[in-house]
């Protein structure tokens, strides 16, 4: 596809401007994709609320949205497997390839990756089009829509944290934060068989998303300490614990929810670049810490168990936006917390 293009971007703290740009064109092993479903994450709305997110600040134009699903309209030179019209879901970060950090497998720790919606890398896909490496990219097959490929990114990091912790059957596990990313691991570990699952927010409707997914049960710490729950627990704690929040207040009570030789995975994302852990704490339990930077090697797997029906995916979404309304989505994002636990842009 030739011509021109809508896109939404970010100028400014809570500033976002239509533009019209040039459709890209898919150079050598590239391929342009009409998307068609955009999910809204929680860094961007840090970016769009603080202009901000842990180490990355926003300087210059950029535009939002890295979770994307689409459908192929153009081929580069060399690009095979591929046709026309095939949906796909895109992992939004490309790597070198060829760095250390690549070669051993961990593309995910490249320094020279180039993610979707990140300062001074590349911008996102608040945009009617886009063009990305066709390694990056994966089919989707018959039963999984736009809407799903588009998700696979967050599950992802779900799916991550319940790997790197070796979440195993018969363990208990605590989730703290129901938004998206918590959901997304809430669902990872039903599909690892651990059953006795702990999920700890501020926010009932959240709760209730996460009861609805298996959650054995929940907690509004508003009303009920997760941390007296925690002590009555067979070890005096659980034997996995997923901060999935990125807040203060969740970080810091993570290690005090264990139990003896248990395990801590920080999976949530800050958009303050220092918190604080409770170091004595751990050191009594002989405690694990874990920490999530994004995924690796997963869109396969998290693909076939949302085909499988293994874990509903389509199940986390709560409000559907239109493309035109992208600013409205964000602001409502962001303002409504108590009704949105996952937004997705429509094209």
């Known amino acids: 596809m030739k011509g021109k293009m809508k896109a ?8 976002l401007e239509w533009t019209e740009r040039e459709i890209p064109q898919p150079g050598k092993g590239e391929i342009q994709i009409q998307l068609k479903h955009v999910g809204i994450c929680g860094s961007d709305l840090h970016f769009y609320q603080e202009g901000r997110l842990a180490n990355w600040e926003l300087k210059e134009p950029l535009i939002l949205g890295h979770e994307p699903g689409g459908v192929v309209s153009a081929i580069g030179e060399g690009v095979e497997g591929f046709d026309i019209g095939d949906k796909v879901a895109i992992e939004p970060a490309v790597p070198c390839g060829k760095c250390e ?20 890398e590349r911008d996102g896909v608040f945009s009617e089009y886009c063009i990305h490496d ?20 967050p599950l992802c990091v779900g799916l991550h944290g319940a790997e790197i912790s070796n979440a195993k059957i ?18 990872s570990l039903k599909a690892r068989g651990v059953e006795e699952i702990y999920v700890a927010d501020v926010l009932d409707k959240r709760l209730e998303r996460a009861k609805e997914l298996g959650a054995t049960r929940v907690f509004n710490s508003t009303r009920e300490s997760i941390e007296e729950f925690a002590k009555k627990l067979p070890g005096g ?19 005090r929810l264990i139990r003896r030789a248990g395990k801590v995975t920080l999976v949530g994302v800050s958009p303050e670049p220092v918190l604080e852990l409770d170091i ?7 405690g694990t810490v874990y920490t999530v930077y994004r995924y690796r090697n997963l869109y396969p797997q998290a693909i076939k168990a949302v085909e499988s029906g293994a874990i509903p995916l389509k199940k986390i979404v709560s409000h559907v936006f239109e493309f035109q309304n992208c600013v409205d989505a964000l602001e409502e994002s962001l303002n409504n917390k108590e ?5 997705v842009i429509e094209f």
């Open 280 to 286: 004595a704490t751990l050191n009594a339990m002989e």
């Open 101 to 120: 950090d690549c070669r051993k497998g961990h593309y995910n720790l490249c320094k020279n990756i180039k993610m979707l919606a990140i300062p001074k």
């Open 339 to 343: 009704e949105v636990i996952k937004g």
């Open 237 to 255: 704690g659980a034997d996995q614990v997923y901060e999935c929040a990125g807040n203060r207040i969740t970080t810091l009570q993570t290690c």
């Open 8 to 15: 939404c971007v970010l100028t400014g703290k809570r500033k």
């Open 134 to 153: 066709a390694t990056m990219c994966y089919k989707l097959p018959e039963k999984v829509g736009t809407m799903e490929g588009g998700l696979i990114e």
């Open 170 to 187: 018969g363990e208990t596990a605590i989730i703290l934060g129901s938004g998206c990313i918590g959901l997304c691991v809430l669902m």
